[in-house]
């Protein structure tokens, strides 16, 4: 374990502008106009030089022992990857389009081959060609059928298949169904008992490629350092019995994701170091010489918040109040009462006031799609003010905390047409967006964002048949423009541009 013992003693999720800085920003924002614009749509503020704050606190407890992969699935925000790859991050990817994502963002292939993990254990054949062309070396597994088809592809490719280095994916917890945080239910479809993860480490060692160590994943959210308890006593019975029975030493303990944002990192690393030390003394296994952690949500989780109204408050017959907002699930892709926190506020004299949440007063948040599964928190505590009765209530606006990670890249707009958030730096934010031309701007280059990340991916698909000049654009190249907020603005209005063009040469009829 580091000396290191400035532990901050907050976890990221605690810290944000939008609250910390509330004075700052409350009094520049025109409320009305605020509110107004919150009826059309949700704001989504980032906040990403967090990201580098984040980094540097986990680096400091866990980045001594081996490498972080920052799971890429979390954020697959061009910034936070990009500030990601220069502080000397490594990264786990789930698919070859996290990859694809992140060379655009300048990762080497260098670094690809030392600091990815292609951590989903059940993949598809192409995407694990791609990865190797790329120069992918880092697999995890938990099922020989992967394992084939990895053996295959890198046959097909003439790769030394030593350097393949696969890190076998246990159970987090005893039975189908246990673990921690939010996603208990690990086990019903990943990882292996120990009898399994024998045979699977017999199977890759007869093909060539070389078994690196063990993984698991506790739950997303996990707020107990315990619940690595199970699995870090699996990896080192495991290392000891592939020592004695097979000869082969694994050099690594992947302790993945689950960190939960809202707790210091030195809550898991004061934990969990010391219990590797005692517990692969216990079991007589060589320690691992690399302990790696895969962090998704505890690094971008305060890097966004989203910023919603309320719409209308129903109290159901047995008491449930029943919150709509401007934002929920459908409209900015949101999981579900993942990790997220909620703070109030109202307008006083054109001003915003924070409200107090009432612990004993619950409510569902829900969005505006008309479905219950567009629920963005249950039975959480909500202020006295949101009640049918209260003049104002509708008035209300919400921020939410976490919306950082695993929401961006979800974000759809299949229901009751409703405008996405829009997307701007707490900059912005505070420097007024309430102000037309900021508003305007936020505007253009929250659409050309939008219309342009499609276009980036739609590169990958570009056939013989399409016209020359699309064929020579490449998805880095908008990847550049969509990073750059005047070259943004631009593409905006050219956007714009080209449909009102559009629409009066074919001579669309107005109603
Ligand atoms: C293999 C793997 N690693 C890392 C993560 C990141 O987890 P978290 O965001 O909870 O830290 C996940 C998330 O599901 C995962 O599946």
Redesign the pocket.
Known sequence: MNNNTQVSERGPLTNHPITESFADWSHMVDGKKFLEQLTRHAYRVCNYMAVTDNYEAFHQHFGQRGTI?F?V??SAEPFVLKKLIALGAGF?I?TYSELRLLIECGLTRNIISKKVNF??TQKERSDIKKALRDGVRNF?TDNIHDVRIITEVAGELQLNKKDIRLQI?LFNAEGSSSGG?Y?QSFNKR?GVDNEQAMQLAESITATGMTVAGF?F?P????NNPNLWDYGVRNAAILSRKLKEELGVSVTELNL????DPALPIAHYSAHILPLIESIYHEEGAALPESIDT?????LVANAEVLIGKVSNIKINRDGTRIVTMTTGVSENGTLTDLGLDFDYFILENGKARKLEKRAELRANLHGRACADFDVIAENTPVPAELHPDNPIADDVFVVIHGAG??SHYMERNFWCGITPPMKMNYDEFRNCITSEMNYQRALINSYAERSGLPLKNAMTFITHSADNKFGQIKGSEIAQILDNPELLNKLGIHILTSVAEFVHTHNIEKN
């Open positions: 992969h799971a699935k979390a786990e789930a951590g989903q995890a994916r945080g996603s990943y993984t994943h739950g997303s959210g996990s993945s994701g689950g960190f895969e962090p998704g949500r505890w990670a695993y």
